[in-house]
């Protein structure tokens, strides 16, 4: 705990930045020799403040200054519109000299690219990707007023099944889903969040609902019940729930957030970064505010980001025509 | 339960997190009168600071700063007619033309008066709903929405003043406004003009209605020169004045809770807040109100105005803390606030975390009133303002709309927005036409859409989906009640 003070200064500076911006931006750690790095880095988050990612951009913001040379301040801003796309913009447009690091989930920034295509105004494969954390499957859950309990009983139901869908992540995973299984599916849309559109499953707007392990796995009390985890192995938290690939469909989708630089930028640096987030997910502090906040702490290297990133390149590039079909049926 | 608020009683008592009470607030009340910024803004700065506090305290502040904003935005909007927050669009109405009367002592006692008696009702019924909390939360689906925005949609017909047709179009337009860009339902641009840069992602509040409202003054006064206010007539506050404006707030006990009604019941409903209460309580109360100076200057309309919008914050904490759903932009980030402090939200927090649902209650409260307060102790020197010549003023006012149209995103587009939009504002009053349709369409047509359209969606195309859900029926009948109202009281008027 803080003595009151040290409050008092930490809001004294809250009050100038307050004086001197607008942005919901959040400086960490302090400024300190000169560096390869700038002296402020700033994260740029495509959703809005409060969600699992921010909260993992936030944490990882606040800790990483420590690991890196010269301290940099750290900031974090969330860049929100159209759906995610102006934030990861931001990033393609911003100076590659290390100044701002991109924070995105992976399959959001990916499907919104292949479904958009130019008017996505990026090109993913064009930034420079440092490490990734966050990692989950996906999931697909049944309101309680429904007969599903696996993913066979979807292809019998004899309709359309309903999903409520947040955005672009849930809905792709939902017709990949679709199509790999070979169920009929209409998309609810517009659903402010997947709290909202849990909220739908329940009062009935909608059969099933597609979201994170760790997400779905909070609303199991008020009725949500799954039916699949996409992933190769069963999770621990849901040891009684059968894989797809149990239930004969080899589904393997996951999400996971991303940090990465704007194109061009210099290895230098993307190596320093990459060497100080490896440390910080090294650091039992860290992960330890990773679990408090009710996260299972992730890491995966450059590398195996590349590949995971890779995969889901080819995953999405294979049912581009179908998700785009989905799209055009909302529409 | 009563171990939960023992909890956080126990720390209220502390020196510490009364003084953190203290700077949230006052944080939050620099936030709302700076146009631009709000709660949102001032809660994601804040963030970070609450590291190296414990979680009570760190909550505490954070809910301090978010109930706190709403009256501070009002300030702005009764001096110099820029609403602080798009909570406080319509209290320039009344507000503003209070203070060119001379009476910015008086219109700044009631809205400080009526943020915190209808923050505190707002508050009250969220105690109260306690028990029933998820139940309430799930009764409000896309028709239920729907219908409550529509409520506010036919409260237009109040709002048009002179010419109806004119004043129909005026709102058509303002809606039609509020669809441009990306469609939060199918994903498709609208009326973007191909851009890639700005008008995609719609035209934002923020920029839109300080230019409406301030910019469009600026260009008035900048024209008329002279002062806001008379001098003389602000020399005279005095403490009993700015306590008989506090006292004025109850004399409208009818519009008061009606008010305060529409604005926890807006909580309540998902995905819309204060800035749609505070149009829909303001439209309401103008059927009611016999008060022949309502949008000209008159307390009653400053009583619908502030006492709803203060309202919504209890009522976006229901399904904030009852469910895990953010019952606002605000109620986010503080659910991203208690997340880093090792409090994940959801539907157990009111099973297992009592005491952290009572720290956000008496954290709400606090600011509530202590911003209130505040506002009614710096009164009396604050109300001089509009007294300083044009001359003086209005090089700040017009940094001031600028900054704050810029502060919210650092994006160069909203300035253009500003400016068209006060050109725009100005012309509107300058032959002859209300604004309020115009900013009414404007604000709920975005959310009318999202509902509509997400409802045809679950029904698969069937308008029944709003007739066959009891809640959304009800309100269905009130706003066909409303509706009519002013076309048979119009008639039996005749026919006397």
Known sequence: ?331 | MFEGMATAILALSQPHVIGILILGTIIGLVAGVLPGLGNVQAMAVALPFTFGMDRITAIYFLSSIASSATFGGSITAILINIPGTPANATTVFDGYAMTKRGEADRALAISATASALGGLVGIAVLVGAIPIAQWMTLQFGPPETFMLVLLGLVTIAYAVQGNVVLGLVTAGVGMLLSLIGNSPVTGVYRFSLGSKQYLWDGIQQIPFLVGVFGLSEAIRCGMQGGAAAQVGEIARTKLSGILRGAVETFRYPYTFVQSTIVGVIVGIAPGIGGSVSNVMAYALAAQTSKDPMYGKGSAEGLVAAESSNNATIGGDAIPTLAFGIPGSAAMAVLMGGLTLHGVAVGPWLMKEHMEIVWVVVFGLTAGNVLSSVFGLLVTRWIARLPTVPMALILPIVVMLVFVGSFAVRQNFWDIGVTVCSGVLGYFLIRYGFSPLPFIIGFLLGDAAELAFLQSLHISQGSPLIFLNHPLSLGLFLVAVAVGIYPLLRSRVIKEA
């Open chain 1, 1 to 331: 705990m803080l003595r009151p003070s040290l409050n008092v200064l930490a809001a004294m500076t809250l009050v100038s930045l307050l004086a001197t911006t607008g942005r919901p931006t959040v400086a960490y750690g302090q400024a300190g020799k000169p560096s390869a790095l700038p002296s402020t880095i700033t994260f740029i988050f495509p959703l809005a403040a409060g969600g699992g990612g921010d909260v993992q951009t936030r944490l990882v913001a606040r800790h990483l200054p420590k690991y890196l040379p010269g301290n940099p301040a750290t900031v974090v801003r969330n860049e929100v519109g159209a759906g995610g796309r102006a934030g990861v913009q931001y990033v393609a447009r911003s100076k590659p000299d290390g100044s701002v690091i991109g924070a995105a989930y992976t399959p959001g920034a990916l499907s919104n690219q292949i479904t958009s295509g130019a008017d996505a105004g990026y090109d993913f494969s064009k930034f420079v990707l440092l490490t990734s954390t966050y990692h989950q499957a996906y999931t697909v859950a049944a309101g309680p007023k429904t007969p599903y309990n696996k993913l066979d009983d979807l292809k019998k139901a004899g309709h359309a099944i309903s999903f409520c869908v947040t955005g672009d992540i849930d809905m792709a995973y939902t017709v990949i889903a679709a199509k790999v299984v070979g169920f009929p599916f209409r998309l609810i849309p517009g659903y402010k969040g997947a709290p909202l559109a849990v909220a739908g499953l329940l009062r009935g707007d909608c059969e099933v609902v597609s979201f994170s392990l760790e997400f779905t796995n909070r609303y199991l009390k008020e009725g949500v019940r799954p039916i699949a985890v996409h992933a190769e192995e069963r999770d621990k938290l849901w040891p009684n729930v059968p894989t797809s690939k149990e239930q004969g469909y080899p589904l393997d989708l996951k999400i996971d957030v991303v940090f990465f630089l704007p194109q061009g930028s210099p290895v230098e640096i993307a190596n320093v970064l990459r060497e100080g987030l490896t440390k910080l997910y090294q650091d039992k502090e860290f992960l330890d505010a990773i679990r408090a906040a009710g996260f299972t702490p992730t890491f995966a290297d450059t590398k195996r980001t590349q590949q995971m990133g890779a995969g889901l390149f080819e995953l999405f590039s294979k049912y581009a025509s179908d998700i785009r079909e989905a799209a055009a049926k909302v529409h």
